[in-house]
């Protein structure tokens, strides 16, 4: 039998076990009407993205899934894929263009995608091969790219029956317009940002009349694009205004006095200036008030031709600058306040979005929306947590139409024609030859490209090959869970819904998993900015895959932020250190020894029952808990298992038997029933830790050649082996030998030496557990003489506990020095005591309760109540030695 080293080592591991997975095709899934099917549909991660924590998260939930349900006999399907993320990769590949001093537009259109696709193809799949060192089984033979050319299809075929509907419109509305990128945005592509600013106060002179009606504003450059000027019709201090006109400063339009209940009577003057192509709220006002819509900024918000000529050409915030000097030289600068309120700002760059009046396409989402809503509201599709439900409701009730025009090169080309000779607009499949109309061939395609999130919405289905009916579609379809970040709850996890009823006529998946952020240990949301986010191909080299894997998911309860930290992994990697060693002990004891699997439930004592006991309660416990999404208690569940239970306990419990059996035929069923539960145990873990298990089960008994634990049937447990009665009698000895421990350590008690123990308990039944087990109560607790009666009594100079209402009694005379025990024990105290004053000293300071961290103080307060227990628990055992 082959010998595990002396130490564990990942790097020896990992790759080896995944080349051999991929090799043996353990990932690839079929269509198989003997199997029940189970999908999911890796969200897909930019082509420019690089591993991240989030996506360590993300994933390793995934694979727990996938393997589960491979293991427990479905035919399971992870379909993995990346998105082309239209404006973060042109942004990309431009960056890399002007290191050369060339701009895309000195390439054209054709060599620029050129350009783009050699960079996806050189750097595209950085991510996944990252995804790979983490030990995801994902079927890559299914591998998907938003823009193959099945996944382009069916984007096409979406917009045109889209349109078809009614469904996708053009029209000239306001848009979020970034101005770096050179594109408009979805309303849920902006980020809203408080920050300082100003409000500025500036008066409108009263047509005719030496009046004045003054406008608050945040925006003073926008002004010069102004066409009315609003008030509420309630508002007395403005009735008499409302029909005539104000002169706008500094240009000279007249600007009609409208009056519209949408005005806020409570913000600034309760009149508002009106600017219908550079706000959305004014565009509402101008459409229904039949007002002038003037631009006055171009695509790069710099002032264009519409302004006055001073101010053409100007950068907007250089603009604000120079509109504000002049309205105060000219006396309309009434007041100037300092104002806090939320700025719009691109996803991508960060850079002030520009409400801009454009023509767009756009996607009627209220029809969609209805049916999405009720399919969440019945419970078809399940939300864990659940109080995502009422987010996702707010947002669908609310729904705007999506832009989903963009005016950038890379991505899905809006199959949108025009003819240059009488305008028909024609929306073709493939490009058309001739006008439709007119016959005329000078026809040229829109030239903007559909948003991202217009291929990945239809990501359940389209990489199933969608439209063509196929065997796949109708087996794999639709998907079971998906795991996904709340923050694309509305991104994509409500347009995913919405695409899957309308084109599939089914929902597109049963279950939502919103993962958890992941902060720091100061509870800071881990970002490149702060610093505090480790790379997890360091932490992987550090610390090891299954380490990181089993971590994160160990630190993540369902519905509640992580607090991670890299030292955190060593929770992985102590407990993959902590069955190396049960499955090197195990490997060591196996040598010359026949493993019987018919002897396993042979020759059974108390604890051999209890272990199975413990064994089929897991396996229960973990299947509910993995069923329910909490799978942080998952992870405790086999931890508490495997490293208390079978390792700190039953190994050291059996080895008397292993060691000094009565009989050859007992150690090998001892040992045979020990590598079944070991076995069993490691399946547990496989789906959390896969690599180790592997390399584990792989040695512990002659495999056949492509074998492997991700193939093996999952535990079932056989509820007959569950007596909770032998559980309860078992944690009883256990807390009676943990009990004799701690005062052993607390007293000082050398470990070498062995000690007595009186143990006075009144139930007869536990009185004769305690005979049953009391070989293993000497050995593990170092005990050499037991006395076990009813109202015994505590001899002088002796430490106690009591445990279930169970009294013991050490005797301490002849085990220690008392003397240089008590002097020991007067310094500790005096040691605490003074750290304890210390603390105090801090905690009783204003000053520091008022200006340290939240989180220093809370840790000052744990500390003095950590003193207080130790000083109290010192001098429980000085008491001890003085009687």
């Known amino acids: ?56 998260l993300n994933n390793t939930i995934q694979d727990i899934y996938i393997r589960w ?27 890399a263009l002007a290191k050369e001093g060339l701009r895309r537009e000195d390439l054209g ?12 193809e050189e750097y595209g799949n950085t991510i996944i091969k990252q995804l790979k060192k983490l030990g995801v089984s994902c079927d890559w033979k299914r591998e998907r790219f938003t823009m193959d050319e099945g996944l382009s299809n069916a984007v096409k075929e979406v917009f045109i029956r889209l349109y078809e509907k009614g469904l996708i419109y053009r029209g000239k509305y306001i848009v979020n317009w970034c101005p770096r990128c050179h594109t408009a945005l979805a309303d849920d592509e902006v980020e809203h940002k408080e920050q300082n600013g100003k409000l500025w106060y500036i008066k409108y002179p009263i047509e005719n009349s030496n009046e004045f009606i003054t406008v608050a504003t945040t925006r003073p450059e926008t002004m010069l694009g102004d066409t009315a000027v ?89 603009a604000r600058k120079e509109v504000v000097k002049d309205l105060e030289t000219n006396g309309y600068l009434f007041k100037v306040e300092d104002y806090n309120h939320a700025v719009g700002r691109c996803y991508r760059c960060d850079t002030v979005i520009e409400p801009y009046l454009s023509d767009q396409w756009f996607v009627k989402m209220k029809p969609l929306a209805e049916k999405a809503l009720q399919v969440v509201l019945d419970g078809k599709i399940k939300f864990y947590p659940e109080r995502w439900v009422k987010v996702y409701e707010h947002w669908m009730r609310n729904v705007r139409d999506w832009c989903i025009s963009r005016q950038i090169w890379w991505g899905h080309r809006i199959p949108v024609y025009y003819c240059d000779d009488c305008d028909e607009i024609m929306v073709e499949r493939e490009e058309p030859k001739a006008c439709k109309k007119c016959k005329s061939t000078r026809i040229r395609q829109d030239e903007d490209v559909l948003d991202t999130w217009f291929s990945s919405w239809l990501w359940p289905f389209s990489t199933l090959d969608w439209p063509k009916d196929n065997p796949d579609l109708r087996y794999f379809y639709p998907t079971d869970l998906l795991v996904t970040g709340p923050d694309i709850i509305f991104f994509w996890v409500a347009r995913m819904i919405m695409a899957g009823l309308e084109f599939m006529g089914e929902i597109p998946f049963k279950e939502v998993y919103f993962t958890s952020i992941i902060r720091d240990e100061f509870g800071r949301k881990m970002s ?62 196996l040598k010359n020894v026949e493993i019987k699997d018919e002897l396993k439930f042979e ?121 909770e009665r032998m559980t309860q009698n078992m944690e009883f000895v256990q807390d009676l030998i943990t009990s004799i421990r701690a005062i052993r350590a607390e007293m000082n008690v050398p470990h070498s030496r062995y000690c007595d123990v009186i143990i006075s308990i009144e139930d007869e039944n536990k009185q004769e557990l305690l005979n049953d087990f009391l070989p293993y109560l000497k050995r593990l607790a170092k005990v050499e003489n037991v006395k076990i009666g009813s109202k015994l009594k505590r001899p002088k100079f002796s430490a106690s506990a009591v445990v279930h209402g169970t009294e013991i009694y050490i005797p301490l005379e002849g085990l220690i020095d008392f003397e240089a025990e008590r002097k020991r024990l007067e310094k500790e105290i005096q040691r605490y005591e003074s750290m304890l004053a210390d603390v105090e000293r801090k905690l009783n300071d204003e000053n520091f309760i008022s200006r340290a961290p939240k989180e220093i103080v809370e840790k000052e307060r744990q500390k003095y109540e950590n003193f207080k227990l130790t000083i109290e628990k010192l001098r429980q055992n000085y008491a001890y030695l003085v009687e």
């Open 69 to 95: 349900k491979r293991m427990q006999g479905y035919e399971a399907c992870w379909i993995p894929g990346t998105d082309h993320a239209g404006i973060a990769t042109q942004n990309v590949v431009e960056k």
């Open 230 to 318: 609003a008030v509420n019709p309630k508002d007395e201090r403005y009735k008499h205004l409302i029909g005539k006109f104000a002169i706008l400063p500094l240009v000279g339009r007249r600007l009609p006095i409208i009056s519209d209940e949408i005005v806020d009577m409570e913000f600034g003057t309760g009149a508002v200036k009106v600017t219908p192509a550079h706000d959305p709220n004014d565009y509402l006002l101008a459409t229904k008030h039949n007002l002038e819509f003037v631009i006055i900024m171009d695509t790069y918000a710099k002032i264009n031709e519409n302004a006055p000529e001073k101010y053409r050409g100007l950068d907007r915030f250089e």
């Open 603 to 723: 020759k059974l004592d108390l604890t051999d029952k209890w272990i199975l006991s413990r064994l089929n309660k897991t396996i229960i416990e973990l299947n509910r808990a993995l069923e329910t999404y909490r799978i942080n208690d998952a992870t405790r569940t086999i931890y508490d298992f495997l490293w208390h239970d079978f390792c700190d306990w039953y190994l050291e419990i059996v080895k008397d038997r292993i060691y000094s059996p009565k009989s050859e035929d007992e150690k090998i069923a001892v040992l045979s029933r020990t590598v079944y539960i070991f076995e069993e145990a490691l399946k547990l873990l496989h789906p959390f830790m896969p690599f180790i298990t592997e390399e584990i089960w792989q040695k512990l008994r002659k495999r056949d050649e492509g074998d492997s634990i991700m193939i093996q049937p999952f535990p079932e447990p056989d509820e007959k082996w569950i007596d």
């Open 109 to 120: 259109r054709e060599k620029f995608l050129e350009r783009v696709w050699k960079w996806k």
């Open 528 to 589: 490149k900015s702060l610093g505090n986010s480790p790379d997890p191909l360091d932490v992987i080299k550090e610390y090891g895959a299954d380490a990181l894997r089993f971590t994160i998911v160990y630190l993540a309860p369902l519905g509640q932020d992580i607090l991670f930290s890299t030292k955190k992994c060593e929770i992985g990697r102590n407990f993959a250190n902590k069955i190396w060693n049960a499955g090197r002990f195990i490997l060591m004891n």
């Open 1 to 56: 039998m082959e010998e595990l080293a002396k130490a564990y080592n990942p790097h020896e591991v990992e790759d080896k076990w995944y080349e051999y997975w991929l090799k043996n095709g353990y990932f690839y899934a079929k269509v198989n009407p003997e199997k029940k099917p189970y999908t999911i549909v890796m969200p897909p991660p930019n082509i420019t993205g690089m591993l991240t924590l989030g996506h360590v």
